[in-house]
């Protein structure tokens, strides 16, 4: 397939076009589920706000509990793009500001907003809301309407949303961030409320991730978890023996928002950090096996003797597999 080196790089070409390929069916955010264990179901929100809310405190939030993340919704044509708030820079005292307005106002309904970091706030429920949510990254850099809140209290839901971008519309922070030609913070979206897990059995010895499910999910279970090192030699360096699950998220937010520039930018950076030296691993002995998942419909299972399968050829998903 031409121009396939070009875009992915020699190393990351020969892993998945030697590699052994088997159909895998789950979505990015069913995958780290399955991955370690358990098999949600994809009509029910996932438990991301009780796992992160876990790594982000160290304890269990005390009842229902939903991601409520501040987002800034843009008006384009006939439809609301959102954008997180990767894009928004905003500060501390900016998120408590906002949270206190909030809780000021819906104190007397049992609802609290906890903004533990600038980007990751939790709205505490007095019970678990009958809802469905669509989880933040699905909608980044996309039109909202088809991914607003649906289930039996929705309607509900919806109208709350319009009044708390009205209160942040005319808060102080959002008139300042105006005047300096800043984005507002408009707008949160609520997701992740799904119930609490049981920890299952597990054969990982480590887990490495940025992102608060993953860490979560290792956490539940007693899994060593850390952020990944700065490249795979750094890894390889630590001793890593056993089954490791890493997950290498830095193509997600230049896929959402169509940022072929910097998409290819980072794809050259894995090809080196990690792909390169991963090969080279393999080749030597030092890594046994391989499996890779770009959430694109396949795994990806390769070992030192595939790398020998001169035969095996790119498939035709392979320029899907890193562009989402």
């Known amino acids: 397939m031409p121009g396939l080196t070009?875009?992915?790089g020699p190393a990351l070409t020969k892993l998945l076009t030697r590699a052994q390929r088997t159909v895998e069916h789950a979505d990015s955010e069913a995958l780290r589920y399955r991955l370690l264990g358990y098999a949600l179901s994809e009509s029910h929100d996932h438990p991301d706000a009780w796992l992160s809310y876990q790594v982000d405190t160290g304890t269990v939030?005390?009842?229902?509990?939903?991601?409520a993340d501040p987002v800034h919704l843009r008006a384009d044509q006939q439809r609301l793009v959102l954008f997180d708030a990767e894009h928004l820079h905003i500060t501390s005292d900016?998120?408590?500001?906002?949270a206190a307005a909030f809780n000021h106002l819906y104190a007397a309904d049992g609802l609290r907003l906890e903004a533990l970091t600038p980007t990751r706030?939790?709205?505490?429920?007095?019970?678990?809301p009958e809802l469905c949510t669509t989880p933040l990254v699905r909608v980044v850099g996309r039109d909202i309407d088809a991914h607003l809140p649906t289930g039996h209290e929705a309607r509900d839901w919806r109208r709350f949303l319009n009044e708390v971008q009205?209160?942040?519309?005319?808060?102080?922070?959002?008139?300042e961030r105006e005047a300096r030609g800043q984005p507002l913070i408009n707008s949160l979206w609520l997701w992740g409320g799904g119930r609490p897990l049981a920890a299952v059995a597990q054969d990982w010895q480590?887990?490495?991730?940025?992102?608060?499910?993953?860490?979560?999910?290792?956490?539940?279970?007693?899994?060593?978890?850390?952020d990944p090192p700065v490249d795979?030699?750094?890894?390889?360096?630590?001793?890593v023996g056993g089954r490791h699950l890493l997950s290498l998220d830095v193509l997600r937010h230049a896929i959402a928002y169509g940022d072929v520039e910097t998409w290819l930018t980072h794809v050259e950076q894995l090809e080196q950090a990690w792909f390169a030296p991963l090969l080279a691993a393999l080749r030597s002995g030092?890594?046994?096996?391989?499996?890779l998942y770009p959430v694109n419909g396949y795994v990806y299972r390769v070992t030192r003797r595939d790398l020998w399968c001169f035969w095996r050829r790119p498939q035709p998903e392979f320029l899907q597999s890193f562009r989402g």
Do not use: S
Not at 61 to 67: D, E, K, Q, S, Y
């Open 121 to 128: 706030w939790y709205l505490h429920l007095p019970k678990q």
């Open 94 to 98: 900016e998120a408590q500001a906002l």
């Open 206 to 226: 480590g887990i490495w991730a940025t992102e608060t499910r993953l860490l979560g999910l290792a956490r539940l279970n007693g899994i060593r978890y850390a």
């Open 166 to 175: 009205m209160l942040f519309h005319d808060h102080p922070v959002n008139r």
């Open 286 to 291: 030092h890594l046994r096996e391989l499996r």
């Open 6 to 8: 070009r875009l992915h």
């Open 232 to 239: 795979a030699t750094a890894w390889l360096h630590e001793g």
């Open 61 to 67: 939030a005390a009842g229902a509990v939903l991601r």
